[in-house]
């Protein structure tokens, strides 16, 4: 139990530096912290709880049948980001630098938490706390516009970025978590004014802070969420139909309005070219530009043409340490500064090619057919909105990994996190399912609990 409490404990650290700090250096003075603070971390983390268990000889939930895909599929993973660097004879030093700090960090922390044996109240506390950190964003978003009248827009990026560094679209992508855990809440346990009130407040930080991409990922995230309670729960009532209908009639005429309506009106508009977003034309010509730090389709073009020089480089890409000398190399080699600041999904493609990035895209699908096997069995409310929710958060993530840094932000640190929690969740219950079906039950019936 201590060292379940101390590990615990180290997660919620991680949580809290990685959603709190960049705020104390914005507004307190605090100083950077040192490289790799959080990886070192989350890797000793890692070490600790498998040594430990190895140790004293006990059971590893990833070990089970129905995890040991994500342990091969992360594996693969490893080996296919090593032959790409061998061949491109990448600096052996800048690969495992690269693998540390941006392909595995939070698979590792996937794999440490998922091993922690929480309790169902320990597991809801910790989910709790990680959706308040994503809503603690909006109130902070509205403080520094009102408040402060910060003039730019990557500036207004709650507590999560200093204030030179953008992140509103990180925040667009969590607030499309908040808002599926919302309408998943809403279609379980019905439609309240104050749910309402949230669902809309989900709207706040992605239209202060500009991020075009919730214009796809909001209606598409009321849509998959629905969808997802629809398939799981085919015996669902007229009422709430009617009560899911009013809800996308109510945020769908908001959205729209205020984008529309309001937002050309005011000194919003300086954060979103009302022209740009209003027609599939505008939005290809912004983003055809020839300028490929601008330009997301010029950019996935240029690597295509311009800087893979061979089929090999198509498929595996150019090695792991593209990412990393693309930081430092400034303008002088087309092949690495192209890769500055650009989505994940281009990075992956530059560095393992797309029998990487489809890796990942496997890596992040295979919790679903898991997810919808077990669904039925939970007796937790709680836990049946966390894992409704998940479906359409995996889809948002692989959508978002073409259009900002997905896999190591705190996008990824915060998917990872809950899957892990719904993993230990799911072991339980099929241990469950196990004893029912070996051992008779007499008396009281046996309840999902750990």
């Known amino acids: 139990m ?14 809290i530096a990685k959603f709190f700090y960049p705020f104390t250096i914005r507004y307190f003075g ?3 912290l040192p490289p790799f603070t959080i990886q070192f971390l989350i890797f000793g983390l890692f070490v600790i709880i498998y040594l430990t268990k190895y140790i004293n000889n006990k059971n590893f939930v990833i070990t089970n049948s129905i995890f040991n895909r994500y342990k091969y599929s992360i594996l693969l993973f490893v080996v296919v980001i090593l032959i790409s660097s061998v061949v491109n004879n990448n600096n052996i030093l800048l690969v495992l630098k690269s693998i540390f700090d941006y392909d595995l960090i939070y698979l590792l922390l996937f794999l440490a938490v998922i091993e922690l044996g929480l309790d169902e109240l320990a597991q809801e506390q910790f989910v709790k706390f990680i959706y308040a950190l994503i809503f603690l964003q909006i109130p902070v978003v509205v403080f520094q516009y009102f408040i402060i009248g910060y003039s730019d827009a990557d500036s207004i990026s709650g507590t999560i970025a200093s204030m030179n560094v953008g992140g509103t679209g990180i925040m667009a992508i ?7 855990f919302v309408i998943s809440l809403i279609l ?13 407040s989900a709207t706040i930080p992605v239209i202060i802070g500009g991020a075009r991409i919730s214009l796809l990922l909001f209606p598409f995230t009321i ?3 629905i969808f997802s309670f629809f398939i799981f729960n085919r015996n669902i009532k007229l009422k709430t139909i009617i009560k899911v209908t009013i ?3 109510i945020f769908s005429i908001s959205f729209v309005f205020i984008f529309i309506e309001i937002i050309p009106q ?3 508009a300086k954060f979103i070219d009302y022209n740009t977003i209003s027609s599939i034309k505008n939005i290809e010509k912004y983003d055809s530009s020839n300028d490929y730090k601008e330009s997301r389709i010029q950019g996935y073009y240029l690597l295509f043409n311009e800087v893979f020089k061979s089929n090999t480089n198509v498929l595996l890409g150019m090695g792991n340490d ?8 400034g303008t002088k080699n087309l092949k690495f500064s192209f890769l500055y600041d650009r989505p994940d999904a281009m990075m992956l493609l530059a560095s393992t090619g797309i029998i990487g990035l489809g890796l990942i895209i496997a890596i992040l699908l295979l919790c679903i057919p898991t997810l919808i096997k077990y669904v039925h069995h939970e007796s937790s409310v709680f836990m049946k909105v966390v894992n409704y929710s998940f479906i359409p958060i995996t889809f948002n993530v692989i959508i978002s990994l073409f259009y900002t840094l997905t896999w190591s932000s705190h996008i990824g640190l915060i998917y990872w996190i809950l899957l892990a929690i719904l993993f230990q969740r799911i072991y339980v219950l099929r241990q469950i399912d196990i004893l029912k079906n070996t051992i008779p039950i007499m008396g009281k019936p046996v309840v999902a609990s750990t």
């Open 174 to 180: 969590l607030m499309t978590f908040l808002l599926s």
């Open 2 to 15: 201590l060292n379940m409490n101390l590990y615990l404990s180290i997660v919620y650290i991680i949580l």
């Open 266 to 268: 005011t000194k919003f």
């Open 223 to 225: 849509f998959s969420t």
């Open 247 to 249: 809800i996308f009639i």
């Open 30 to 32: 605090f100083p950077e």
């Open 322 to 329: 593209v990412i990393t000398q693309s930081k430092s190399a």
């Open 188 to 200: 379980l346990r019905g439609l309240t004014i104050a749910r309402l009130i949230l669902v809309l």
